[in-house]
């Protein structure tokens, strides 16, 4: 027996054979070719197709992980559209007349070395990547071979070096354990996208482990703990056969759940809705008893379209899922665009560090004809459910008086040209910079509700960017200085009459759910997947 350790990224005992991934390597030759406009035309058609998988990948995605996690293969598509990348390789086509196939590895290669060259800047770096793995896919296709080798019929624990996220969600879930890697950050968009969809793996068990692996091998993988046991002797592999037991035991029960409510032993109701990224996931959040929609991320509508989406579309859609919760809450977050989210059509330009940029509401407010567009769908919409309007990256008193006048202003409108909207829409901000969680008793009087995006919160506040995979060990999600953050938020909500809820990855570790219990916070919302467990926490919380 082998034992292995590298980070689990989700809980779940699987036991099976071993399957290796190969991916096919991609060997490109220079080639001298005459014909330049049918090299040109041979690359375009390569491009369409690789445009096509994308759009099956992301489909793929958006059911599965939902549309936050799905946004990684439109920034693909979006990279393989780009002016300057195409215009790189029809000049290297055109000036050295050689095969695409050659010009696409140099261009990918150069865009990937300028993004890579740009010092202390994760998200340009992470794009390196990304521009590789395009202009792979369009090697492929323009040589018309195939990406990955498929997996045995029986279910298999995948064994690789690293995973990209389109080859996470490509894998057939009937045919896979579990996945292990050699490298990885629990932060990448692979871990995040296998948390999602509920399949035990483990990232970063080190070079060693491929070499000491093969086809086969029989292996227990503990997601909860990060270990691999190849060959296992008999007393670890019926010490996990048990501990397996118990996970799906445990599992069944939750399944109990559906229907009850969320409640303390001592009696203390919370909500718990559900995050979701579009109405394709209304679904999901059913399925899984949701109390509502604690963050419907309207930024879809804007990341899928070629141009600024109509007031018709967006309430249209809003409309939608309004009337699919039947009346129960449904808290809409206007557009988050910018920073790792962005859109052509919006001409937001480069910024040296987009994280503290011009991005979601710094746009609305000085772009006020977008977010007019968007309050007049929404309160257009609010007569159809229980809609509450959430703004993001609120760091002022002044941005929340502006935002309430503008929606005053719209109402305005609205009255006059004889539109109905309700009058018992909720209006409340995120806490997600240390600024607004510092002076929420000045802002707690001002709205309905705080919900605590955790995420941006962690990152702004410990100075860590969670993508970055060197800065993992300092980006520490329960460190005092959060919890103290969200504590003070909590307090001055209740102090002043606004409710507060979570809407951030930490919502759903149920580590921390006595925690926020304790501190008062009134609404977790969670990944649809993750409601009952955070409901069977709840219930057996005593805060007496």
Same mark, same amino acid.
């Given at each position: ?275 979701? $990224? ?7 959040? *059913?399925?899984?008893? @949701?109390?509502? #929609?604690? +963050?419907? /991320?309207? !930024? ?46 919006? $001409? ?7 994280? *503290?940029?011009?991005? @979601?509401?710094? #746009?609305? +407010?000085? /772009?006020? !004809? ?175």
């Amino acid at each position: 027996m082998v034992r292995y350790v590298g980070k689990g990224v989700y809980g779940a005992v699987a036991i099976g054979k071993i399957s290796v991934f190969q991916r096919e390597e991609i060997s490109v030759k220079r080639i001298h070719v005459e014909d330049v406009e049918a090299e040109k035309e041979k690359v375009n058609l390569a491009k369409e197709k690789s445009l096509a998988q994308l759009q099956e990948i992301y489909d793929k995605a958006l059911k599965e992980v939902g549309e936050a996690n799905a946004q990684i293969f439109k920034t693909h598509m979006t990279m393989l559209e780009d002016e300057d990348y195409n215009e790189s390789i029809e000049n290297i086509i055109e000036t050295q007349k050689v095969n695409g196939e050659y010009a696409i590895a140099v261009t990918g290669d150069n865009f990937a070395a300028m993004f890579a060259a740009i010092e202390d800047n994760a998200y340009m770096q992470e794009r390196a990547t990304d521009v590789k793995d395009i202009s792979n896919r369009l090697i492929r296709n323009l040589s018309q071979s195939s990406s990955l080798e498929g997996t045995e019929n029986d279910k298999v624990i995948i064994c690789a070096d690293d995973l990209a996220p389109s080859e996470t969600v490509s894998l057939d879930k009937e045919k896979v354990l579990a996945f292990v890697t050699a490298h990885g950050s629990s932060n990448s968009h692979t871990a995040i996208l296998a948390r999602n969809m509920n399949i035990p793996a483990i990232i970063g068990v080190g070079e060693e482990f491929l070499s000491g692996i093969e086809d086969g091998d029989y292996a227990i993988v503990d997601g909860f703990t990060g270990e691999v046991f190849v060959n296992p002797d008999q007393e670890t592999t019926e010490r996990l056969q048990e501990k397996q037991r118990q996970d799906l035991e445990k599992k069944k029960l939750l399944l109990d759940l559906k229907g009850k409510e969320n409640i303390t032993l001592d009696g203390t109701q919370i909500n718990v809705y559900a995050n979701i $990224g579009s109405v394709d996931n209304i679904g999901a959040v *059913l399925l899984n008893d @949701a109390g509502g #929609i604690g +963050l419907f /991320r309207s !930024e879809f509508l804007y990341l899928e379209s070629k141009d600024y989406p109509t007031e018709e579309e967006q309430f249209a859609a809003y409309k939608k899922v309004l009337e699919s919760m039947a009346g129960k809450k449904v808290i809409i977050r206007t557009l988050d665009i910018g920073a790792d989210k962005q859109v052509d059509y919006f $001409g937001l330009g480069k910024e040296d560090n987009p994280a *503290l940029g011009y991005r @979601a509401i710094r #746009i609305c +407010l000085t /772009r006020p !004809e977008i977010f007019k567009t968007q309050l007049r769908a929404l309160y257009r919409a609010s007569v159809y459910g229980k809609l509450g309007i959430m703004f993001p990256m609120i760091t002022s008193v002044s941005e929340v008086e502006k935002i309430k006048e503008t929606c005053e202003q719209v109402k305005q409108e609205l009255k006059e040209q004889g539109l109905s909207y309700s009058e018992d829409v909720e209006l409340g901000i995120m806490i997600e910079t240390p600024a607004a969680a510092v002076i929420s008793d000045r802002l707690a009087p001002l709205v309905d509700f705080f919900s605590v995006g955790t995420n941006d919160l962690t990152q702004y506040t410990l100075a860590c960017d969670r993508q970055n995979p060197n800065l993992e060990s300092f980006c520490d999600t329960h460190h005092e200085a959060i919890l103290r953050l969200i504590e003070m938020a909590a307090t001055n909500a209740h102090k002043y009459g606004a409710w507060i809820g979570i809407c951030g990855e930490l919502a759903a570790d149920v580590t921390l759910t006595e925690t926020f219990l304790r501190m008062g916070i009134d609404e977790l919302s969670v990944s649809p997947g993750f409601v009952l467990k955070v409901r069977n926490q709840i219930r057996n919380i005593d805060l007496s």
